[in-house]
């Protein structure tokens, strides 16, 4: 088994995280699967073996049944989990949405599977449960009522951190969601983590503190954001409860492309950032093995990420953030960029 990689320096949490989804079969909406299928439980194994400290999981791949049998072979392999989410989004019955959708009877199951999935959150000793905003959306113009929508939301999330505090009190997880602005709907409720942000100051105030962001570095390359900014804007709010790490060739499908690969002066620009504010949460993947991979080279797609942002992370810590106040005094933003690019390169 590989030795953990360890980021030298880092605050807090310095081992890497990657899903169990991150080593899938290659299907996709046009085609079917190009690998076998390696059991959930299997893929812990992979995951050790490419380095990482932590892993995580939706509810669909590690139901809470399951949940002592992953923390055997976990713990056996050094690994923890470091983030749990509730699938809203492979359920049929979730269609057109979980806590959105127009039909009450669905949002009341939304929330027995959320309540459910904080649990296996405790269960599995995860600190972070992410809620992804999936199937939250409409394809159709006026098919939802948005200010019901808001409402909605505000309930489901408010009735989630209700029941953490109540059954967990200070054991409880924080919830970090997840925003992204389309696919697979046209339209995404929690878009941006502006959004997010505002839903999280109007959650009740016995419940906010729980409650913080997942940015994810794609998601925002898609709805044409800086995933910088967005990252500072959490920070700022200090509500950047964790991140998911990936590359996106312009905006385009999600494509989980490995970090460090599409734009790294900025990934270096983001790791500078992070140390800056000594954030302790954990750097972890958001990654998917491509169709052309072969089920030998399946983990290629963490071992590259994590051998980028090792790399990144080096050079970050060797940007003289003297220089930078300079540059940024005189207004010389151009001699910035290129004393970043000699940093990179």
């Known amino acids: 088994m590989s030795k953990p990689i360890l980021l030298s320096g880092k605050s807090g949490a310095s081992g890497l995280g990657a899903g169990v989804w991150n080593l899938g079969p290659g299907g996709d909406p046009f085609g079917g699967p190009t690998r076998k299928v390696i059991p959930v439980l299997d893929r812990l194994p992979l995951l050790a073996g490419a380095g990482m400290s932590y892993f995580e999981a939706h509810d669909t791949e590690i139901p809470l049944s399951d949940v002592p049998r992953a923390r055997k072979i976990a713990a056996s392999l050094g690994l923890k989990c470091g983030m749990y989410t509730p699938s809203f989004f492979t359920d049929t019955r979730f269609k057109d949405g979980a806590m959105t959708s127009n039909d009450p009877a669905i949002r009341k199951l939304a929330l027995e599977n959320a309540k459910r999935a904080v649990d296996a959150t405790v269960a599995l000793e995860a600190r972070v449960m992410v809620f992804w905003n999936g199937r939250e959306g409409f394809d159709f113009v006026l098919g939802k009522n948005g200010r019901d929508v808001f409402k909605r939301l505000v309930?489901?999330?408010?009735?989630?951190?209700?029941?953490?505090?109540?059954?967990?009190?200070?054991?409880?997880p924080r919830f970090a969601i997840e925003p992204k602005p389309n696919e697979p709907r046209a339209n995404m409720y929690l878009s941006n983590a502006g959004e997010v942000l505002y839903l999280i100051s109007r959650l009740d105030k016995s419940v906010?503190?729980?409650?913080?962001?997942?940015?994810?570095?794609?998601?925002?390359?898609?709805?044409?954001?800086?995933?910088?900014?967005?990252?500072?804007?959490?920070?700022?709010a200090g509500k950047l409860f964790h991140i998911h790490l990936n590359a996106q060739d312009g905006q385009r499908y999600?494509?989980?492309?490995?970090?460090?690969?599409?734009?790294?002066?900025?990934?270096?620009?983001?790791?500078?950032?992070?140390?800056?504010?000594?954030?302790?949460?954990?750097?972890s993947f958001d990654v998917r093995a491509p169709r052309t991979d072969s089920q030998r080279n399946i983990t290629d797609i963490v071992t590259v990420s994590a051998a980028n942002l090792q790399r990144l992370w080096t050079r970050a810590q060797k940007v003289n953030r003297a220089k930078i106040a300079s540059f940024r005094k005189d207004g010389r933003y151009t001699a910035l960029s290129g004393y970043l690019a000699e940093c990179l390169y």
Request: with cysteine; aromatic share 12%; glycine share 10%.
């Open 155 to 172: 309930e489901g999330f408010n009735a989630v951190g209700t029941y953490a505090l109540t059954r967990y009190g200070r054991k409880s």
């Open 208 to 236: 906010q503190h729980l409650f913080g962001v997942n940015p994810e570095t794609a998601h925002s390359r898609i709805a044409g954001l800086d995933y910088l900014w967005d990252v500072e804007m959490c920070l700022e």
């Open 254 to 283: 999600d494509q989980d492309l490995p970090f460090g690969y599409a734009e790294p002066l900025k990934d270096l620009a983001l790791l500078v950032v992070l140390q800056d504010a000594k954030w302790p949460g954990i750097l």
